[in-house]
């Protein structure tokens, strides 16, 4: 007696060919599909244009500035000839756009050319210099989180009581204050009040974390306060009008257990937002915060590109901060879906 057996589709297993010759083919087309992954190349195809207008108007403004490169690097006793000589070595006599054009297709080409005041190539220089500011921004970054977070639950538990009103008041305070004065209020604090409990001026190297401590709060503590009022706002509006938050009370939930449950994880997708949006901001400050307390980062570097007209150190520097503003923008679209499985980047299949 012969029984008779029906094969099925072979199961997918490690280094299996499909018929179409293709290992992990179905596993190639399902993240091809993906909605995260679509989305990462819509934000990257972005990012090319946003990057060329950014280095093209940067270029533009620098040039259009009084005087050049050449008369900045003689100084001021140079003569006519001594500048003419040297702006024909650095072909400042040839065409704007020129010169723009062979800077971008040698960028296109991983080189961002040499500075024109040290004669060091562009990339080695960001590259020693960029780490200090990634640190100095994560620093602040995690301060302010910690700072913020906690007091504008703290807020929004009980609004309109005395923690509330006080912690609001601070807020405006950190909101109405300059960076530049809030730094050197920092300094006079902990380097004169407090006898020297942080150094006045950083090593260089930012290295010692006592060394980014002041720079990292003249960053964290503006946006503190603007973070506890959106996020106090937020939590509030969650928990008087949200039918999950109104229903958990009315369940007998704590307020406070709520709160930190549910309310908070919902407004951390609208934190996210608004920390994308000020990143370049705080990234702008990064050069304030630097230049005063003496740390050796992108920031410092950006102005002294500035101070000496050094086009191709802007440049580079301007591009390298263009381009982590764009990734981090990216990375915070592609964690809403994280923070909240409802939000899907795309259209739904049927």
């Known amino acids: 007696m012969s029984t008779s057996v029906t094969l099925g589709p072979p199961e997918h297993v490690p280094g299996h060919t499909e018929p179409n010759g293709r290992p992990g083919g179905a596993y190639v087309r399902r993240l091809a599909r993906s909605p995260s992954l679509r989305l990462a190349g819509r934000r990257l195809l972005i990012a090319i244009p946003v990057l060329w207008g950014v280095t093209f108007l940067t270029f533009i403004v620098e040039n ?25 070595k650095l072909h400042l006599n040839q065409p704007l756009l020129l010169r723009y054009w062979d800077w971008l297709w040698a960028a296109l080409h991983g080189n961002l050319g040499d500075s024109l005041y040290s004669g060091q190539p562009v990339a080695p220089i960001i590259a020693q210099r960029l780490p200090v500011t990634i640190d100095l921004v994560v620093y602040a970054l995690v301060v302010t989180l910690v700072i913020s977070i906690p007091l504008a639950v703290l807020c929004a538990r009980k609004p309109g009581g005395i923690i509330d009103r006080t912690i609001m008041a601070l807020c405006m305070a950190g909101l109405s204050i300059a960076p530049i004065v809030l730094a050197l209020l920092l300094l006079q604090v902990f380097s004169g009040y407090l006898h020297n409990l942080l150094p006045a001026l950083a090593s260089g190297t930012g290295n010692d974390p006592r060394d980014l401590t002041m720079p990292a709060l003249t960053l964290a503590l503006p946006l503190a306060a603007f973070y506890i009022r959106f996020l106090r706002a937020d939590l509030i509006e969650q928990m008087q009008s949200e039918d999950y938050t109104v229903t958990a009370l009315a369940k007998g939930l704590s307020r406070w257990r709520v709160l930190t449950r549910h309310a908070l994880r919902n407004s951390f997708i609208g934190l996210l937002t608004v920390i994308g949006l000020n990143l370049a901001t705080l990234i702008g400050i990064t ?64």
């Open 64 to 88: 259009a500035l009084p005087g050049d490169a050449a008369q900045a690097l003689l100084g001021a006793n140079a003569t006519p000839a001594e500048i003419r000589a040297e702006s024909i």
């Open 287 to 350: 050069v304030i915060a630097e230049s005063i307390f003496g740390l050796a980062g992108v920031g410092s570097e950006l102005l002294q590109a500035i101070q000496h007209r050094d086009v191709p150190l802007l440049e580079g520097i301007v591009l390298v901060f263009a381009g982590f503003v764009v990734l981090v923008n990216l990375a915070t679209d592609l964690l809403y879906g994280v923070l909240d499985p409802r939000i899907r980047h795309g259209r739904s299949r049927s």
